[in-house]
Structure formats: C-alpha cells, structure tokens
C-alpha cells in the first residue's frame, strides 16, 4: 500500500495470538505505520496451548514456547513490543489510551486506530480454599512455571482436575504422564459437554482406567489441604488441584471506553472486526463474532480463530478490506490413547437453532485393516434434513481423527452434502486409509438415511415397543458381549435360511456390532419380502452407550 504523508499509527492492547498476529498483519500491508503493542505480562507473544505438554514433560526446552520477543519483532517486522505495560482506559474522544509501565509511571498514547487483543482469564469459583498453594489455573508461562514448581518440589500423587473440557483434559492428561493419579470433575453428565452424550460416553469407556477416572455430575464446593469436598457430602484425595471451569472475557477496558458487549459477553465486532467504534477493532476469545453456520452471535475461544482474527484486524487498520466469515468451532484433542475432533454444530446446538436434521454413525479402520497399527474411526455426523448439508461431525480414535475431522470441517464450510461424502476423492495407500475412506463410508451411511433407501432408528431417541429385535451377530459375540433385551439372534450368514422365523406382522429392527451387518440384514430382508423393517444406528455398541 502507498504511504500517506503522515504515518498511520495502530496501537495494539494484548499480545499473544490475536495481538501479534495483527501487529505483524498490519505491518505487511502498511510498511509506513507506526505500530506499537502493549503486553500487561511479560511475554509479547508464546504459545499458550503448548503449556501442558511442557507440564507433562513432552516439550522440554521452555524457551521453545515464546515465540516472539520485543527485540525479534522489531528485528523483522518494527513493531514496538512493550510487555509489563497495563492499558488502563480507552479515551474515544481524545484517541488515546493510559498506560501504567513496570515502574508504575502512566502516560498517554494516542492512536489512529486500537487493535483490543485482551483474551479471557480464568473462571475461579467463590469457594473455600481456592486460594491454598496447591490450586492452580493455567492461563500463561508463569501460572505454567508455578505448576512446574508445585510438582518438582512436591511429588503429588493425586491430581484433581475440576472441568472436563479441553484444557481441563489435556491438563488432567499432563498429570496422568508425570506419575500421578487423576481425576476429572466435571458438573455435567460426562466430559466434554460440546460432545453428544453417547459419543462422551464412548470416550469415556476408552480412556477410564485404574489411575485415571472421573467424577461427573459433580458439583465442588470447597478446597481442603487433603483434597476436594462435594455437595453430595463426598471427598477426593488431591495433592495437586486444576481448575479448569471456563472462562471470562476480559472487556472491563471495552466496558468503560463505552463499546457494545454482545450477548455472549465479548466486545461486539462486524465482519471486519470493527467494535462500535469503526477505530477500535476486537479480536480473539474477548471478542464476540458470529458461528459460520448458522450467523448467530457467537465468542468461540480458540486459538486459530484468534489468529485469523487478528489478522483481519490488522489489516483493516493498516487500510485494507477484508471480512471475517465467521467460526465452526473446530477443535481437537488427545485424552491418553484417544483422539476427540469436532467440527461444527452438536445435536443440542443443532435442534436450538431450529434445525431438522438427521445423525448417522459410522466405525472403520484408520488405514487398510490388513496393514499393521490399523484403529477404529468412529464418526458421528448431523445432517441438514432436505438439503442433504453437513452440519456438524464428531471424530473418535486412536490414531486418524485430526485429518477426518478437518476434511469435515472443509466440506461444512464448502456447503457439501453427503452426496458429496460419498464421491469425495481423498488419497489412499494402506499405511494412510482404505480405498473407501471412512469419510466416504460416512457419507455411503448418511447418503443411504437422507434418501431413504434404508429406514433407520437412533440409539439416543428409540425407545424399544414391541417390535421384533433382530441380533444379527456371530453366536459367540452374543454370548461374550451380552444381547438387548427379548432381542432374538440369527446370525446373518444363516438369515437367508432362517427367514421362517422373522415375523410379517411387527416392525423388525436389525442390528449388529456396529451397524454393518445390520445394514445388510435389512437390505436382506427387504429384498425377501419384509418390508416393515430398520436397522439400529451404531449397532450394539451405540444402543449400549444410550442405556438400552
């Protein structure tokens, strides 16, 4: 962009992702900008979701998490990083904002246009004891240098973690890799609430072990040197306490400066990230922007949002034209052996919004099932009922979760149905994937729901009424694994032969392991005849983790 005859100047409050992303954005479009970033801690930009893995002892280089310095960034981008400087008020009128230092001096600074790049602290209840030495939160490097201590000095052998969402996992995972025994709570009915409850469940059957539980639906109410205290009058050992039960955007600046805060409780921004006030921008978790899918108001507290976010930002200011279309919320994370990706809307989310829609269920293997190492993959998808358009996916495993779960997220923000799935053309060598991938089976499975070649009951809204259940399982897998209730068994290879059992005069629902064989026992029957008939979404297994 040509340079004006007087520099433009951009001042930044809050480094980190959303801050120097559009500092450095800034500075790419406006060569001639004076740019200035003011950082209350003492680290201009670091990478605040690498914290646990240096906890648990996986990055073990410290420095490694600061990714930029006040002297790198004027080095390549002349950007004037001040960390330890506290932005006290925004004065809209004047341009300005007050800035307290290190050494407690205040001093204006004018501004053409603010860049609020605040982000969210964490929520810490009024309860007794959360103020004993061995409670945490985990929000930057020194609350991460603190823990560090705490373990070193102190060798803790029990670790309550209070919240079952991302960071409260990946912390409660942290704890479980330096030796101790863990504990999630979480006030909810299962762990990761932004999961369908069966899906939660199923993670939650994976990852459970002797040194590594969870108390749900559970509500702490004080802090003691020995542990957690509960309303339901019970107790949990702790040596070590995470609380980890959300977060709280920080706009007291915004508030006082007079800005809009949106409904969610983030600074209210347009397309361009433009505050009420079109000279002061918000970006990041304090920032309230809309959900891609649905346009609804939405503050969706992730780092990669933060970042395209401040980028945007800085770009505007520095003159350009860009536009924010918005969030899925697609996030990712690794519990133990697990893998847990979502992407888009939950069934909750979906059905409150006023969507009709549809799930289906799916579990393949990760690459070729004769290649070694190979892992069941277990999507969940929400379709748009008519349009055929995803609206949300879950993604479970071992091992292949992250590219599944980010070709999904591709395909929502593409507007793709599951016609679309099906044809999908994605690499394939047995190492990799399976020549039908499990996204193709996923959309084979959807496909066949959405056009009503095959009828189908959900585990989570059927309720067993008579009709004839039909187990279409090996003999042994019956016996091993047990059997729903006044479910009949004939394993599919002998069904053709054994039509003489099934009645014409009930409604037959299939059903199997997982959901394959259930799906050919239908198509079976259907072609000998039978026409009242469905097939049990996810089989055995998905009825098993719904309660039937």
Not at 120 to 139: E, N, Y
Not at 275 to 292: F, K, L, N, Q, R
Not at 534 to 542: D, F, P
């Amino acid at each position: 962009m040509k340079p004006s005859n007087r520099r433009r100047k951009i001042v930044i409050v809050g480094g980190v992702a959303g801050g120097a992303s559009a500092a450095a954005k800034a500075r790419r479009v406006d060569e001639s900008a004076e740019i200035q970033v003011f950082e209350r801690g003492p680290h201009i930009s670091f990478a605040n979701c690498g914290l646990p893995y240096f906890i648990a002892g996986e990055i073990d280089d410290r420095s490694k998490l600061v990714v930029m310095t006040p002297e790198r960034f004027w080095e390549r981008s002349r950007v004037e990083a001040h960390t330890g400087h506290d932005v006290l008020a925004v004065n809209r009128k004047r341009k300005t904002i007050t800035v307290k230092g290190p050494d407690g001096v205040t001093h204006e600074e004018d501004y053409d246009k603010l860049i609020l790049s605040q982000g969210a602290r964490p929520i810490v209840p009024s309860i007794p004891g959360v103020a004993l030495p061995h409670v945490f939160t985990l929000r930057d490097i020194p609350d991460m240098d603190r823990i560090v201590k705490h373990i070193s000095e102190n060798t803790p052998k029990h670790a309550v973690v209070v919240g079952g969402g991302f960071i409260g996992l990946e912390m409660a995972e942290a704890f479980h890799h330096r030796g101790m025994h863990v504990t999630i709570v979480e006030r909810n009915p299962n762990i990761l609430p932004l999961l369908d409850r069966d899906m939660a469940v199923y993670l939650q059957n994976q990852i459970r072990r002797p040194d590594f539980d969870f108390k749900t639906s559970a509500d702490a109410v004080a802090f003691t040197e020995a542990g957690v205290e509960f309303s339901d009058g019970t107790s949990l050992a702790a040596d070590i306490i995470l609380l980890s039960v959300g977060v709280k955007a920080e706009v007291e600046l915004a508030k006082s400066a007079g800005l809009l805060i949106g409904v969610t409780g983030g600074v209210k921004v347009n397309g361009r990230m433009e505050s009420s006030d079109p000279d002061i921008y918000a970006v990041g978790d304090a920032a309230e922007t809309m959900h891609a899918l649905t346009g609804a108001r939405a503050r969706i507290a992730l780092a990669g949002p933060a970042n395209r976010q401040g980028r945007i930002a800085g770009a505007n200011a520095a003159g350009a034209k860009m536009t924010y279309p918005g969030a899925l919320g697609t996030s990712i994370v690794r519990v133990l052996n697990m893998t847990v990706g979502l992407t888009g809307m939950n069934s909750a989310q979906a059905a409150k919004a006023g969507f009709s829609f549809f799930t289906s269920l799916t579990r393949e293997h990760s690459h070729a099932h004769y290649y070694p190492g190979a892992k069941p993959v277990m999507i969940k998808l929400l379709v748009e009922d008519g349009t055929q358009r995803l609206l949300g996916a879950q993604v479970l495993g071992e091992i292949g979760t992250d590219k599944r779960v980010d070709v999904l997220a591709t395909a929502i923000t593409g507007k793709m149905t599951v016609d679309d799935l099906e044809t999908l053309d994605l690499a394939y060598s047995p190492p990799f994937g399976s020549a039908q991938d499990p996204v193709n089976t996923a959309g084979f499975v959807a496909g066949h729901i959405a056009r009503g070649e095959i009828s189908t009951v959900a585990p989570e809204t059927w309720k067993p009424d008579g009709e004839f259940l039909l187990d279409v399982r090996d003999t042994d897998e019956v016996v091993e694994l047990g059997k729903l209730t006044n479910a009949v068994n004939i394993p599919l290879g002998q069904l053709r032969d054994r039509l003489a059992e099934i009645p014409h005069d009930r409604r037959i629902i299939t059903y199997c392991q997982k959901g394959q064989r259930g799906y050919l026992a239908t198509c079976l029957l259907k072609g000998n005849g039978f026409e009242n008939v469905a097939n049990l979404r996810g089989g055995y297994i998905q009825a098993r983790l719904n309660g039937l």
